[in-house]
């Protein structure tokens, strides 16, 4: 079975600084990993995957996510955080060649102070 | 073009009573899924059809949820009847189709609170 963790439920940080919302998977093969993001009242929208390749991704809205294969991880980092970028996180993951049904994490409340 | 769209965005029900949440995907989106997040917690898979056909409903919580797209459009979800546990935000999404490069376009949900 598959899993997602995300060990933080809010993350603070001050405009103008990196942020990093941290995410950690569990497979049994090849992973496809997703961040997605929800602003209030708003859907999931899709930030970034990591498919192969190159491991840092590069997303929407200056976001990035580094896939590290021996730590099973796929944190999102941003390098200079923006107070619009305050939302819900959400990592995912899918298995290569098995269900197309993402895996999502419990979120992590990302809050970015003036 | 117009995205996926919920109705209604927030329902507040008494325990036992019947509600219905509806979900619009794009237009031309065989696909159609249904997610539960309960709060604080990940965001769960309930069922996927294509077009009015279910092909996986293995996420279903029990036979108090019902689960419509008749003609393949529009879809419904029914919780009949409602208990304290099923409070929490129902999403929809939409994709072209089911395979992996196809991404999955997400409503905004429907905040369901059971008291």
């Known amino acids: 079975a598959q899993s997602v963790a995300q060990p933080e439920d809010q993350v603070n940080v001050a405009e103008g600084n990196p942020l990093t919302v941290k995410c950690t998977y569990s497979?049994?093969?090849?992973?496809?990993l997703f961040w997605y993001v929800q602003y209030p009242n708003r859907g999931l929208q899709f930030l970034l995957k990591y498919i192969t390749g190159d491991n840092l991704v590069k997303g929407s809205y200056g976001f990035e996510a580094e896939f590290n294969k021996s730590q099973t991880s796929f944190h999102l980092k941003k390098p200079s955080a923006l107070v619009s970028d305050s939302a819900l996180y959400f990592c995912a993951v899918r298995t290569a060649g098995g269900s197309y049904i993402p895996t999502f994490g419990r979120g992590t409340s990302l809050i970015v102070h003036p | 073009e117009a995205g996926v769209t919920q109705f209604p965005s927030h329902s507040v029900i008494e325990k036992g009573q019947t509600v219905t949440l509806r979900c619009d995907p794009i237009?031309?989106?065989?696909?159609l899924y249904w997610y539960r997040r309960v709060m604080g917690k990940e965001i769960k898979f309930l069922l996927h059809f294509v077009k009015e056909s279910k092909q996986d409903e293995s996420g279903m919580p029990n036979n108090r949820f019902l689960a419509e797209r008749t003609g393949g459009t529009y879809s419904t979800l029914k919780v009949q009847p409602a208990e304290l546990e099923d409070s929490g935000v129902y999403f929809c999404?939409?994709?072209?189709?089911?395979?992996?490069?196809?991404?999955?376009?997400f409503g905004p949900g429907t905040r369901l609170t059971v008291t």
């Open positions: 237009s031309g989106h065989d696909n």
């Open positions: 497979v049994s093969g090849n992973p496809y």
């Open positions: 999404a939409s994709s072209q189709a089911s395979g992996f490069s196809y991404e999955q376009y």
